[in-house]
């Protein structure tokens, strides 16, 4: 079995493990994805180039899946696509192999996960709380560590709220870079196809072959030159300039996530951005008309007619604000046109001078009850800081920043169109500001850790068979590096596969490895789960940093075979399997 197939074996295996059937609303056949992944193994023997070869990924159910029902979680609209939407024949192309389609909020109107025949997507760490949505199966879906990458869908923050509330990377790109054909319709000016990822490497690598015009979506954008380029300065060579709203502007947000928010603007600061204090005023009061406004008249225009026709098939949340988005009339659409233009220009004058806008990403992390009690109004809470985007054509990344109580705190970053690539540079300057300490330095004082990191070489990497194990207990990617020169690594005799790293006086190379946080919780219930002969110590890493790290006992080396020339675990999976392959 090549190393392509032990991971979809793996995936399935871990969905059964997880039990969550509410993420899912359709899998693939196993022995269907098996088979593409021999014939991906077969196209990179080949020596076919495949950029996202290896990749895992799960797509939201308003996207066609060929062989697959679009649901868009009704069951009673469901019609069996005769081709691929654009974005997943895109990721198959590049060698993506697809599990399925997931749960989400019906027609993705919410941002709770909740409303769905299918049931409530729970939270993958905290299942009393809700998942966010409307991409919630998709981003649970990543979090469990069951795909690598997931495709959602975006209007008013559907990608970017889950991804917060779990601690993951959400990709909202410019409207039109990703083209939406074959994703069933909430409001079609509006809809972006998002990626969701735990690292922002890989969801960036995801949403780069997805992007470009298709000739059928005539939404869809030219993309101009450099639009994806990361960039970590304004444009001249200096510092990016980071617009920060004053505490008080945010309105109330969940204990602790006001503190939360300042810190990770002093870690940018500290990182070299100049932070400047602006006025959000007229973002919240354009977010407040998606909803509040006649704009809603395009939910009604995509879905409205099916909702009329089958109103006891369709969730009743959903039924209500699609049922009174045939109310505004054609003068109230253009009258909040009018005033949309105006906020546009005041949010300009307000950003004048900044390159990026730094705003959590929502409001507090709800449970499930008290989205029962309360669906409407806290659903539209928690779209107070991601409603506009789309409507002013923004840009916007979601990012993890940190833990609060236990639970995943998430910021995004937001520029004007075309600002991807910059985004993402500031997003990787907020990462590296999170990142261990090197010995000596000095943290800011308003950014107090709550995590621990740990560096991983082996069956706890990203997409191998224990990385569950650190994705369970709240962890997140922070870095992929190498040691430092100087370690020995081993293929050991233990199920699953694992290698033991060691540091030599003598005779030592560098190994690939991966940098994960975990909350002090969970690390210290990690460590104590960690069997013989693995061991965890200090490692030291290539920037000089040490770290907590997997070790090995050196009795279990004995007749272990040396994989150091590999210079890491999966490069020796990948030699070995392609071995396996090539042999008569």
């Known amino acids: 079995m090549n190393a392509l197939a032990e991971r979809v074996e793996a995936a399935y295996a871990r969905?059964?493990?997880?039990?969550?059937?509410?993420?899912?609303?359709?899998?693939?056949?196993?022995?269907?994805?098996?088979?593409?992944?021999?014939?991906?193994?077969?196209?990179?023997?080949?020596?076919?180039?495949?950029?996202?070869?290896?990749?895992?990924?799960?797509?939201?159910?308003?996207?066609?899946?060929?062989?697959?029902?679009?649901?868009?979680?009704?069951?009673?609209?469901?019609?069996?696509?005769?081709?691929?939407?654009?974005?997943?024949?895109?990721?198959?192309?590049?060698?993506?192999?697809?599990?399925?389609?997931?749960?989400?909020?019906?027609?993705?109107?919410?941002?709770?996960?909740?409303?769905?025949?299918?049931?409530?997507?729970?939270?993958?760490?905290?299942?009393?709380?809700?998942?966010?949505?409307?991409?919630?199966?998709?981003?649970?879906?990543?979090?469990?560590?069951?795909?690598?990458?997931?495709?959602?869908?975006?209007?008013?923050?559907?990608?970017?709220?889950?991804?917060?509330?779990?601690?993951?990377?959400?990709?909202?790109?410019?409207?039109?870079?990703?083209?939406?054909?074959?994703v069933v319709p909430a409001c079609r000016s509006l809809d972006c196809v998002t990626v969701l990822a735990r690292d922002l490497a890989t969801a960036r690598r995801a949403l780069l072959g997805l992007a470009g015009p298709d000739g059928v979506d005539p939404l869809a954008r030219d993309l101009p030159p450099g639009w994806d380029a990361v960039r970590r300065d304004d444009g001249d060579?200096?510092?990016?300039?980071?617009?920060?709203?004053?505490?008080?502007?945010?309105?109330?947000?969940?204990?602790?996530?006001?503190?939360?928010?300042?810190?990770?603007?002093?870690?940018?600061?500290?990182?070299?951005?100049?932070v400047?204090?602006?006025?959000?005023?007229?973002?919240?009061?354009?977010?407040?008309?998606?909803?509040?406004?006649?704009?809603?008249?395009e939910r009604y225009a995509a879905v409205g007619e099916f909702v009329a026709r089958h109103p006891d098939d369709v969730d009743p949340v959903v039924g209500a604000i699609i049922g009174k988005a045939a109310a505004p009339l054609a003068h109230e659409l253009f009258a909040d046109m009018a005033r949309l233009d105006e906020l546009g220009l005041a949010a300009r004058t307000a950003l004048a001078g900044t390159d990026v806008l730094l705003l959590p990403t929502t409001t507090r992390h709800p449970t499930l009850a008290e989205v029962e009690a309360d669906?409407?109004?806290?659903?539209?809470?928690?779209?107070?800081?991601?409603?506009?985007?789309?409507?002013?054509?923004?840009?916007?990344?979601?990012?993890?920043?940190g833990h609060v109580e236990g639970l995943p705190f998430g910021v995004q970053l937001v520029g004007p169109a075309f600002s991807d690539g910059l985004l993402a540079g500031v997003a990787e300057l907020l990462a590296e500001s999170s990142e261990p300490m090197r010995p000596g330095s000095v943290r800011h004082a308003a950014?107090?850790?709550?995590?621990?990191?740990?560096?991983?070489?082996?069956?706890?990497?990203?997409?191998?068979?224990l990385n569950h194990q650190l994705v369970d207990r709240g962890g997140r990617l922070v870095a992929t590096t190498t040691t430092a020169p100087g370690y020995r690594l081993f293929a050991l005799d233990t199920t699953p596969a694992k290698p033991g790293l060691?540091?030599?006086?003598?005779?030592?190379?560098?190994?690939?490895?991966?940098?994960?946080?975990?909350?002090?919780?969970?690390?210290?219930?990690?460590?104590?789960?960690?069997?013989?002969?693995?061991?965890?110590?200090?490692?030291?890493?290539?920037?000089?940093t040490e770290v907590p790290g997997f070790l090995c006992e050196p009795a279990a080396l004995d007749g272990a075979r040396d994989i150091t020339a590999s210079g890491g675990w999966l490069a020796h999976l990948a030699a070995d399997a392609e071995a396996t392959a090539s042999a008569p």
């Open 15 to 182: 969905v059964a493990e997880v039990d969550r059937p509410e993420v899912w609303i359709d899998l693939r056949p196993r022995a269907d994805v098996l088979a593409e992944a021999d014939e991906v193994s077969r196209r990179l023997e080949a020596g076919e180039e495949l950029p996202l070869a290896g990749l895992l990924a799960a797509v939201k159910g308003n996207i066609d899946v060929a062989g697959l029902p679009t649901t868009a979680a009704c069951p009673a609209f469901a019609y069996l696509p005769e081709r691929d939407a654009t974005a997943v024949a895109r990721l198959r192309a590049a060698g993506a192999l697809v599990l399925g389609t997931t749960n989400l909020d019906q027609f993705a109107t919410g941002l709770v996960g909740t409303r769905s025949p299918y049931g409530a997507v729970r939270h993958a760490t905290a299942p009393e709380r809700i998942s966010g949505g409307s991409s919630s199966g998709s981003a649970v879906a990543v979090a469990l560590g069951i795909v690598d990458v997931a495709l959602g869908t975006d209007t008013a923050g559907s990608g970017r709220v889950p991804a917060a509330l779990h601690g993951l990377v959400g990709i909202k790109a410019t409207r039109g870079v990703v083209p939406a054909t074959g």
């Open 276 to 297: 400047r204090r602006v006025d959000v005023a007229p973002l919240l009061a354009a977010a407040r008309l998606l909803y509040e406004g006649a704009f809603v008249a």
């Open 375 to 401: 669906p409407v109004g806290v659903n539209s809470d928690l779209g107070r800081f991601t409603n506009f985007a789309n409507l002013l054509d923004m840009a916007a990344l979601a990012v993890p920043a």
């Open 237 to 274: 060579g200096g510092p990016p300039v980071v617009g920060v709203p004053a505490p008080e502007a945010l309105g109330p947000l969940a204990p602790g996530w006001a503190e939360a928010f300042e810190a990770a603007a002093d870690r940018l600061a500290g990182a070299g951005a100049r």
């Open 447 to 465: 950014a107090p850790r709550a995590s621990v990191p740990l560096a991983v070489v082996g069956a706890h990497l990203s997409g191998q068979p």
């Open 502 to 544: 060691v540091r030599v006086a003598d005779g030592g190379a560098p190994i690939k490895a991966e940098v994960w946080e975990l909350p002090t919780a969970g690390f210290g219930d990690f460590v104590a789960s960690v069997p013989a002969p693995m061991t965890i110590g200090k490692v030291l890493l290539a920037d000089n």
